[in-house]
């Protein structure tokens, strides 16, 4: 069964540090890794999609890594703003199923 | 483009009441996902459907939660009865489907909070 975590829990930076959010997985067999963004109360909004065959993807203030090889993926947010305040969700599809597993989340406050 | 739409947002009953939940995913997309998550915990699979078929029900405790998605458009899940550790956020979500070169990327909607008391 495929393991997600994600390190740290919960991160507290002042506004226009970097932010780097780890997230790690058990199992190599995978098929994509995805990065969500979640409001208080909310859904899930899809951040960055990376391929099996890629090594990063980036989208404005937004760059994430991809090494399946030793079951890590990096999400790093430049010059972080209050509005990036939120909780980070990884999840890894699998190959074998295309089942998404999720890690708990990483909860960022950016403070003005 | 419509998200996916879910309803009620929120939903309080007591144990023992029966509770609905409705998704209706995003207009083309073949598969759709119902997930359950706890506070501070990410979202777990409940049911996949292609289509009207559900091809992976294998974490949805199924004495007390059914679901169904006729036509293989909108979708309902139900509790009955709902017990206290029911409480959580029902996430549904849709993908294209499994078309070869899609990136099965998935697009969650914004969930029922239900609170059982």
């Known amino acids: 069964k495929q393991e997600v975590t994600q390190i740290p829990a919960a991160l507290s930076v002042p506004e226009g540090e970097n932010l780097v959010l780890n997230c790690s997985f058990t199992?190599?067999?995978?098929?994509?890794l995805q990065w969500f963004r979640q409001d208080p109360g909310k859904g899930l909004t899809s951040l960055l999609l990376i391929q099996s065959s890629q090594r990063e993807q980036t989208s404005g203030r937004l760059n994430a890594s991809l090494d399946k090889s030793s079951g890590r993926s990096t999400l790093y947010i430049a010059a972080s703003q209050p509005g990036d305040s939120a909780t980070y969700l990884c999840?890894?599809?699998?190959?074998?199923?295309?089942?998404?597993?999720f890690g708990a989340g990483t909860t960022v406050t950016v403070r003005a | 483009e419509a998200g996916v739409v879910q309803s009620p947002r929120y939903k309080i009953i007591e144990k023992k009441q029966p509770v609905a939940f409705w998704c209706n995913p995003i207009s083309g997309h073949n598969t759709l996902y119902w997930y359950l998550q706890n506070l501070g915990q990410g979202p777990e699979l409940l049911i996949r459907y292609e289509n009207e078929e559900a091809v992976d029900d294998s974490q949805l405790p199924k004495d007390r939660f059914s679901a169904e998605r006729l036509k293989g458009v909108d979708s309902t899940l139900k509790i009955q009865p709902a017990e206290l550790g029911d409480s959580a956020v029902y996430l549904c979500a849709s993908s294209p489907g499994l078309l070869a070169g899609e990136t099965y990327e998935q697009y969650f909607g914004p969930g029922t909070r239900l609170t059982v008391t």
């Open positions: 999840a890894v599809k699998s190959s074998n199923d295309y089942k998404l597993s």
């Open positions: 199992d190599s067999a995978i098929y994509n």
